[in-house]
C-alpha cells in the first residue's frame, strides 16, 4: 500500500507543461535533393513534455526543374520560383491549394546548394477516394551554397548536419 497512487497527488498537465524545458532538435536535411523527401527532427514541445520524432515533407527542388544560367562572375544561380503555381503531390493524393514555392538553384563551383532558411506549414492533401489529411511541409525562405552536401536519400547520415535556421511553425 505504500506504492499506491493516491489520486489527489497526481501531477496536473498545466503542472507538466510548466516544468518542462523545451528541447528542439533542428530539422535534418531533405531526404531527397529532387522530388518529395522527409525532414526530421525531435522536440518534447507537447503536454506530456515527452520526446517525439516531428516529420515534415520537403522539396528542395523538382527533379525536372530547369536550371538557370549564371550570370557572368557569379558562382551560384538564384533561388528559382515557378512562374505558375503548383498542386504538391504525396503518396497518390494532392494538395487542395496551389502554392508559389521557393527552391534551391545550383553553385556552379562544386558546391550544393541547400535550403537555409525555412518556415514549415500545414498542407492539406485531398485522395482520389476523396479522403483528406494534411501534413507539415518545408517552405524554402533562403538557400546557400557550401561543401558539406548531402547524399541523397541518405537522411540519417551523421555526417550531415547543416542547420536550417528561422524556422517558424
Known amino acids: 500500500s505504500v506504492f499506491r497512487e493516491d489520486p489527489a497527488h497526481k501531477p ?6 510548466e516544468n518542462c524545458l523545451v528541447q528542439t532538435t533542428e530539422w535534418s536535411a531533405c531526404s531527397k535533393s529532387c522530388g518529395m523527401g522527409i525532414s526530421a527532427r525531435v522536440t518534447n514541445d507537447n503536454p506530456q513534455c515527452r520526446l517525439e520524432k516531428e516529420t515534415r515533407l520537403c522539396m528542395v527542388r523538382p527533379c525536372d526543374f530547369p536550371v538557370e544560367k549564371t550570370k557572368k562572375g557569379k558562382k551560384c544561380v538564384r533561388t528559382p520560383k515557378p512562374r505558375q503555381s503548383l498542386h504538391f503531390e504525396f503518396s497518390g493524393c494532392t494538395s487542395t491549394r496551389s502554392y508559389r514555392p521557393k527552391f534551391c ?6 558546391r550544393c546548394c541547400t535550403p537555409y532558411v525555412t518556415s514549415t506549414v500545414e498542407v492539406e492533401f485531398r485522395c482520389p477516394e476523396g479522403d483528406f489529411f494534411q501534413r507539415k511541409m518545408m517552405f524554402i525562405k533562403m538557400c546557400s551554397c557550401h561543401y558539406d552536401c548531402p547524399r541523397d536519400n541518405d537522411i540519417f547520415l551523421a555526417t550531415y548536419h547543416r542547420r536550417m535556421i528561422g524556422d517558424h511553425v
Open 105 to 110: 538553384g545550383s553553385c556552379t563551383d562544386g
Open 12 to 17: 496536473e498537465l498545466n503542472n507538466l507543461q
